[in-house]
């Protein structure tokens, strides 16, 4: 048992409501660049803060002719959009509640949010959504307004309220108080059904300033260069809402990107020329495939290889001396990092704009050796930790001493616990006030102040932390053998050509896995090694890709014991899929409905 606390940082008291910023950064600098837009041919244009605040005020006066009040809650359903950032702040303006819904949601999804959060309102992208509202309408009787952005709803919103005199807006803003609820935000739910978390304007204000004035390095660019982040994470998700309202408040340039595929990313990063990032694992894998399948295709793989050793190798030497415990880089390694920074690592850093420098990685774990490999190469990944209920992060490690494989210590004004059966525990102004309508579930995990999050960790002696598991997710072999199965996931899902992993084994003799693979990564293989392609069906029988994949099983296994080991594995020929129910809108695991729906492959696995 073990619990270490990070003061809080010496920061304003905490007034009035999110908006407040908007209108006041738009007083103090009119012309200071606040977004940036893409249009219809791809060009990335700027938007003042002016201009920023001129749209939400219209945006609030029609909200407010439309009906909407004081408390309301609208539902937004749409990708990572400008339009999600307007409506945001105009309904903070006027005093309303946001209640985000994934745009994969199905229909009873959704159906049980807009029910359970009682919305009155929802706005919608594009006529599949509003499809998919109005087959549950009839189910839902408070919802009375339906807005689709892709049919001119911002225009005819901000038509309805013209009329409206600016005072009007101001008395509704000026009415909200740190302690109004600001939005409620669904979990995932990979078990069970998914409850509202209430959070309210004080806990995204405590949340981005704490994180924005901690990690200043990050969020104020050097002299003369202007901070820009593009925001490509779900703004359904607390992860990116949080870098939302931490751009706006902390006077950031920011941007929208709604697809998460590198092929489409990158270009964006590129042109848009970000100084951050922020992301989860699954971004910093692909971007490092995709830079190791560039140099193969070049024929680079060799150097790049030598490249990869000698970045991890410099950024641990950097990590030991900043903890006391070595000289840093040798001459030698200096020289060599030096080389390939201009051949290798200057490259990476260009396919990201050529401005990046710091990025920060949440919702699930990272490699350590990844975390390295891109310190090294120059863009420094500030690993983090946190929970809807904690809205985001908790911890994260900090920018003068990383220690990567930890997602780092907790951060200004925060408590982190370790109980005695290894749960984290939390505390701090970021902690939710409860899940909406359901005091239950709400006194299972608020305790006196603290905030019980199922995860299991270790705390050490600096404070830094590491999450080994879920509480509900510890397998249990037939012969009593206990395990965490996301580290050893984790190291499986690290080879290129893996997308995911799912460990079973409960109640089971032994630990086996089922395995997807990635299949720009498995088209690449085939081709540098001049084979044509192949069939879904025909990979997953394919001895030399077998083969290869045993390697990355083999590998994975050295960091357990042989009890925990995966014995055999199957290669599917389709990977889990939101879609499908299978994985949640942040990418992680539901491992019950997988099992449900590959039984007879896990079942195949024991004969």
């Given at each position: 048992m073990r619990e270490f606390t990070a003061p809080p940082l010496d920061a304003a008291p905490l007034v009035g409501g999110l908006a407040d910023a908007v209108f006041e950064h738009a007083e103090r600098d009119?012309?200071?660049?606040?977004?940036?837009?893409?249009?219809?041919?791809?060009?990335?244009?700027?938007?003042?803060?002016?201009q920023f605040r001129d749209e939400v005020l219209a945006l609030a006066r029609g909200l407010l002719a439309s009906g909407v009040r004081f408390g309301d809650r609208i539902a937004l359903m749409c990708r990572t959009r400008y339009e999600w950032t307007l409506f945001d702040f105009a309904i903070w303006?006027?005093?309303?509640?946001?209640?985000?819904?994934?745009?994969?949601?199905?229909?009873?999804?959704?159906?049980?949010?807009?029910?359970?959060?009682g919305?009155?309102?929802?706005v919608v992208e594009h006529e599949d959504h509003a499809m998919t509202v109005g087959s549950v309408i009839g189910r839902l009787p408070l919802l009375k307004r339906l807005w689709q952005l892709d049919?001119?709803?911002?225009?005819?919103?901000?038509?309805?309220?013209?009329?409206?005199?600016?005072?009007?807006?101001?008395?509704?803003?000026?009415a909200v108080t740190p302690d109004s609820t600001a939005t409620v935000i669904y979990t995932s739910g990979t078990t069970g059904r998914p409850r509202g978390c209430v959070i309210t304007h004080a806990n995204l204000m405590f949340e981005t300033d704490t994180v924005a004035g901690r990690w200043a390095s990050v969020f104020r660019a050097r002299p003369g260069d202007e901070p820009a982040t593009l925001l490509f994470l779900p703004l359904a998700h607390?992860?990116?809402?949080?870098v939302e309202v931490a751009a706006v408040r902390s006077r950031v340039k920011f941007g929208h990107q709604p697809v998460l595929r590198a092929n489409v990313l990158l270009p964006d990063m590129a042109a848009f020329r970000p100084t951050f990032f922020l992301g989860v694992p699954y971004i910093f894998e692909r971007i490092f495939d995709a830079a190791r399948r560039r140099a193969e295709t070049e024929g680079r793989a060799g150097p790049f290889d030598r490249a990869v050793e000698v970045a991890v190798r410099h950024a641990e030497a950097r990590e030991l001396r900043a903890f006391g415990l070595g000289p840093g880089p040798s001459a030698a390694l200096r020289v060599r990092h030096q080389f390939f920074d201009k051949a290798v690592y200057a490259k990476l850093r260009e396919s990201l704009g050529g401005r990046v420098r710091y990025a920060m990685s949440g919702g699930s774990g990272m490699d350590r050796r990844l975390g390295l490999f891109f310190e090294g190469a120059g863009v420094t990944v500030f690993e983090g930790y946190g929970l809807t209920e904690s809205t985001a992060a908790a911890t994260a490690n900090p920018p003068e001493r990383p220690r990567f494989g930890t997602v780092g210590r907790p951060i200004p004004g925060t408590t982190v616990h370790v109980a005695e059966d290894g749960e984290v525990w939390l505390r701090g102004g970021h902690v939710f006030s409860g899940y909406l309508g359901d005091p239950g579930a709400t006194g299972a995990v608020l305790r006196d102040g603290w905030l019980a999050t199922g995860d299991l960790g270790s705390l050490d002696e600096d404070g830094y932390l590491t999450i080994t598991g879920r509480k509900k997710e510890i397998l249990v072999t037939s012969s009593g053998k206990s395990l965490?199965?996301?580290?050893?996931?984790?190291?499986?899902?690290?080879?290129?050509?893996?997308?995911?992993?799912?460990?079973?084994?409960?109640?089971?003799?032994f630990v086996a896995a089922l395995i997807t693979l990635d299949q720009e990564a498995v088209a690449h293989w085939l081709s540098v090694r001049h084979r044509p392609p192949l069939l879904p069906a025909e990979l997953v029988r394919d001895a030399s890709l077998e083969a290869e994949i045993r390697r990355a099983v083999v590998a994975a296994n050295t960091l357990v014991s042989q009890a925990e080991s995966i014995r055999t594995f199957r290669i599917l020929a389709f990977p889990f899929s939101e879609e499908e129910g299978l994985l949640t809108p942040s990418l992680k695991l539901r491992r019950r409905a997988i099992e449900e729906v590959y039984a007879a492959e896990v079942d195949a696995l024991y004969p």
């Open positions: 009119p012309d200071r660049v606040a977004l940036g837009r893409k249009d219809s041919a791809g060009h990335w244009h700027d938007m003042s803060s002016a303006t006027v005093g309303a509640q946001s209640v985000p819904v994934y745009p994969t949601a199905s229909a009873e999804q959704v159906f049980w949010t807009l029910y359970d959060a919305v009155s309102a929802c049919a001119g709803a911002v225009a005819q919103l901000v038509a309805s309220g013209a009329h409206l005199d600016d005072e009007v807006v101001h008395r509704h803003r000026r607390v992860f990116g809402r949080m965490s199965p996301l580290a050893l996931e984790a190291r499986v899902r690290s080879h290129p050509l893996i997308s995911q992993c799912l460990v079973v084994g409960d109640d089971r003799p």
